[in-house]
């Protein structure tokens, strides 16, 4: 199934599907899947849909051998007024990822990561920044390409990888 899908960059069309990420990645738990309208609506996962395509947004669309979109890993630029999740500073891109249930553990997530992450250091960036619930299996993923935990909260923790 590695072979099956491909990269492409995302652009201002797709928006609706990173929309479709978010609750993907907010609703990674299985069962207990929070509505989709509150989740788009809520001021805490909006804030990285909204104005898609910003100047200094970037992603990628991960597509099936048929052309539909299956995953995403984008990265925002977020200001210390309205922070992320994973906010660790103005210069510093937030990234989110989401993966289709059907396609996860199958390299989808690992490549659309490799790649933002080869992105930001492509665009100059020193680090990147995300943040993900600890008990989230995503998270071994991320410690296995090389994110550290910078800070801790309650339920999530904030991890970087420092790009150059």
């Given at each position: 199934?590695?072979?099956?899908?491909?990269?492409?960059?995302?652009?201002?069309?797709?928006?609706?599907?990173?929309?479709?990420?978010?609750?993907?990645?907010?609703?990674?738990?299985?069962?207990?899947?929070?509505?989709?309208?509150?989740?788009?609506?809520?001021?805490?996962?909006?804030r990285?849909?909204?104005?898609?395509?910003?100047?200094?947004d970037?992603?990628?669309?991960?597509?099936?051998?048929?052309?539909?979109?299956?995953?995403?890993?984008?990265?925002?630029?977020?200001?210390?007024?309205?922070?992320?999740?994973?906010?660790?500073?103005?210069?510093?891109?937030?990234?989110?990822?989401?993966?289709?249930p059907?396609?996860?553990?199958?390299?989808?997530?690992?490549?659309?990561?490799?790649?933002?992450?080869?992105?930001?250091?492509?665009?100059?960036?020193?680090?990147?920044?995300?943040?993900?619930?600890?008990?989230?299996?995503?998270?071994?993923l991320?410690?296995?390409?090389?994110?550290?935990?910078?800070?801790?909260?309650?339920?999530?923790?904030?991890?970087?990888?420092?790009?150059?």
């Amino acid at each position: 199934m590695a072979d099956a899908f491909s990269l492409r960059p995302a652009v201002q069309a797709d928006g609706s599907f990173l929309g479709d990420m978010v609750v993907e990645a907010a609703n990674w738990r299985s069962g207990g899947a929070r509505p989709r309208h509150e989740i788009l609506t809520s001021v805490e996962h909006r804030r990285y849909l909204s104005g898609w395509m910003r100047p200094a947004d970037a992603g990628f669309i991960a597509v099936d051998s048929e052309g539909q979109s299956i995953g995403a890993a984008w990265y925002r630029m977020l200001s210390q007024d309205d922070p992320g999740f994973g906010f660790v500073g103005t210069a510093v891109p937030e990234l989110i990822i989401g993966v289709q249930p059907i396609w996860r553990a199958h390299g989808v997530g690992r490549t659309l990561l490799r790649r933002l992450v080869a992105h930001a250091g492509e665009q100059g960036h020193a680090r990147i920044s995300l943040s993900v619930e600890r008990d989230n299996f995503a998270r071994g993923l991320y410690r296995s390409e090389g994110f550290l935990v910078t800070s801790s909260g309650l339920l999530r923790d904030t991890m970087v990888h420092r790009v150059s």
